[in-house]
């Protein structure tokens, strides 16, 4: 039994696409909202954190809709179709009325923008859990962590192009007003053929029924344990659990808080342009890629909890870095790359094994229930955390921002070692399986 790679890829596009966005939704919509509306950062953080809220309700239902879906198209395909399109339309609108504010500034574009955003969030939500779940639907069982790990890169990938993009597009500095309309334009236009490579060259009623062949011929390949539930978990794994639910969302506090605000920081403090910003976001992120093997490896022989702690570490100590260094310099400096880099590799420490502890701890019948409280805990951290955090840099200063985030990525440090269970010795990945991570 081999994995069809090229299905796979295909079948990535639609995740391509996702992450294209998310990337330049968190990039740009802090620094729309605060440079040319000139709104607040708290009212910004909200703002920017309703996204999280809207998925808490939105991913599930349409998850579910999809699964009663009996169009020709397959059950995935029409909700792709309809937020994708529905998402493009709505996310130009965006750029249009900021250029207009911007001419001539109105209250109601104000208004008018806000709302657009949240039907743009809305669209995106139709969408995110049908094109992710068309993988499971069109792949084998024994293959999916395979099929994952593809999954994986090619969300990678839409979010580098993006940040990529924009590093060559806004590389000048300046003053002037900057019109982010054809960087809208050009990640509309991403979409729209990640879109068309999958309704054109993903048959998924086709390759649903040929799934269902494979399952009906080799039933051995999809037993599942099947154990009794409603069994209350032992006290000492419960208490692991809950301090690692809590380690979870103390990270995710720390971590989002600088993703989601670090365009408009480096603006602010370092005066850097948004393709110089992106630079650093770019560097982390590939410092990430290139890490999930030799994290991998280390799990499998030091276990999952010293590796998170690890990572814990060393995320904490480089944006402490960072501040010591903000102390004593407006400027960037190229060395700081080099603190990009551990941040990407410190958090591929703590996001590739994370979430493997939490359902390492439950039965086999409930790991879609422990998966959801990996989720509940990480979104409303991200909930949180952009209105915690703009506030600091509203009434404070732009400068609490990053030990604001390493006191609570220590603080993960700190209540992982609590957590006592869920390490149990794993087989080291190899190849592509070493980027199956959920995030």
């Not at 099929?147 to 580098?160: D, F, T």
């Not at 659990?241 to 365009?263: H, Q, R």
């Not at 994290?295 to 960072?322: E, Q």
């Not at 006592?420 to 070493?434: M, R, S, Y």
């Amino acid at each position: 039994m081999k994995l069809n790679t090229k299905r796979t890829v295909l079948v990535g596009f639609a995740f391509l696409s996702i992450c294209a966005f998310w990337q330049m939704y968190d990039n740009l919509v802090p620094k729309i909202l605060t440079e040319t509306f000139g709104i607040g950062e708290s009212i910004s953080g909200i703002i920017m954190a309703s996204d999280n809220v809207l998925a808490l309700f939105l991913l599930p239902l349409f998850g579910g809709l999809s699964d009663k879906c009996t169009s020709k198209l397959g059950r995935r395909r029409p909700f792709i179709l309809f937020g994708t399109v529905a998402a493009v339309i709505l996310m130009m609108l965006l750029p249009i009325l900021t250029d207009s504010y911007h001419a001539a500034p109105d209250t109601w574009k104000i208004v008018c923008f806000i709302i657009g955003l949240g039907l743009l969030l809305i669209s995106m939500g139709i969408y995110r859990s049908p094109a992710v779940a068309l993988m499971p639907d069109v792949t084998p069982k024994p293959l999916r962590s395979k099929a994952n790990a593809i999954i994986n890169l090619m969300g990678a990938l839409g979010g580098i192009i993006y940040l990529i993009i924009t590093t060559f597009l806004y590389n000048t500095s300046g003053d002037a007003y900057v019109s982010y309309l054809p960087l809208f334009a050009i990640v509309g236009g991403i979409m729209l053929v990640a879109l068309a490579i999958v309704m054109f060259c993903v048959n998924e009623p086709k390759l649903v029924a040929e799934q269902k062949k494979y399952e009906e011929a080799h039933p051995e390949d999809n037993l599942t344990e099947v154990t009794e539930s409603g069994e209350a978990l032992p006290a000492d794994v419960k208490r692991s659990l809950s301090f690692l639910l809590v380690s979870i969302a103390l990270w995710f506090i720390g971590y989002n808080g600088v993703t989601t605000w670090f365009s408009v920081y480096a603006s602010e403090m370092w005066s850097m342009t948004l393709g110089q910003a992106n630079t650093c976001l770019t560097i982390a992120t590939a410092g990430a890629i290139v890490s999930y093997i030799p994290v991998g490896n280390i799990a499998s022989k030091v276990g999952r909890r010293k590796t998170i702690r690890f990572g814990t570490l060393l995320l904490s100590g480089s944006f402490a870095v960072a501040f010591v260094y903000t102390m004593f310099s407006n400027s960037f400096s190229p060395l700081l790359y080099v603190l990009f880099i551990l941040v990407g590799m410190a958090w591929a420490a703590i996001n590739v094994n994370s979430l493997p502890m939490v359902v390492e701890m439950c039965k086999g019948s409930e790991v879609g229930k422990f998966t959801g409280l990996y989720y509940t805990f990480s979104m409303t951290a991200q909930i949180m955390t952009p209105i915690v955090a703009g506030w600091l840099l509203e009434n404070i200063d732009y400068k609490t921002l990053f030990p604001y985030a390493a006191i609570f990525v220590f603080a993960s440090f700190i209540t992982m070692g609590f957590v006592k269970h869920g390490d149990n010795k794993v087989e080291a990945k190899k190849g592509l399986e070493a980027f199956d991570i959920d995030d």
